[in-house]
């Protein structure tokens, strides 16, 4: 009985070792115009998403100003791009310019974060936060999100943090 439980402890220790990988850390997610798509575009991108916790993994999406809205920021995701109603997309990017998004100075993220960037010829804004501080923001961060839930088939919900209403 002894050797039956000294080779299984053997094989659980030389199990554990050989799958362990090493992990690579992911910093928060930059705009990569090469990356992101194949192709110049000349409009505007809304680029959001979360990322951080335990794993570092980070989630994104792309909404372009001609409707398309795409996973990721891998070129392969290009082809689970989906269109969005004309009108919704216009709407988001009037938020975003109406609500002044685009003055506002912020990078603060925490263990968890979320991160809206404007991309407009060629020009990026970031806006990247932990703990939603401005509420409206985090609502719209939210209202993307949930459009990027209906349209994309990879969509997963974002932990969201609690707001102090």
């Given at each position: 009985?002894?050797?039956?439980?000294?080779?299984?402890?053997?094989?659980?220790?030389?199990?554990?070792?050989?799958?362990c990988n090493s992990s690579k850390k992911i910093a928060a997610p930059m705009y990569k115009p090469d990356s992101v798509q194949p192709f110049k575009y000349d409009g505007r991108l809304i680029n959001f998403g979360t990322g951080g916790g335990f794993a570092g993994r980070v989630q994104q999406w792309t909404l372009m100003d001609d409707g398309t809205m795409y996973p990721g920021q891998e070129v392969n995701n290009i082809a689970n791009g989906v269109k969005i109603d004309q009108t919704l997309t216009g709407q988001m990017f009037k938020?975003?310019?109406?609500?002044?998004?685009g003055d506002l100075e912020l990078n603060d993220p925490g263990n968890l974060y979320f991160f809206i960037t404007m991309i407009d010829n060629g020009?990026?804004?970031?806006?990247?936060?932990?703990?939603?501080?401005?509420k409206i923001l985090a609502k719209y961060h939210h209202t993307?999100?949930?459009?990027a839930k209906s349209k994309t088939p990879i969509a997963k919900a974002p932990q969201?943090?609690?707001?102090?209403q």
């Open positions: 009985m002894k050797l039956v439980l000294n080779i299984f402890f053997a094989a659980l220790i030389i199990f554990t070792f050989t799958q938020l975003y310019d109406d609500y002044g998004f020009e990026s804004h970031k806006l990247i936060w932990g703990e939603p501080k401005n993307l999100y949930q459009i969201r943090p609690a707001t102090n």
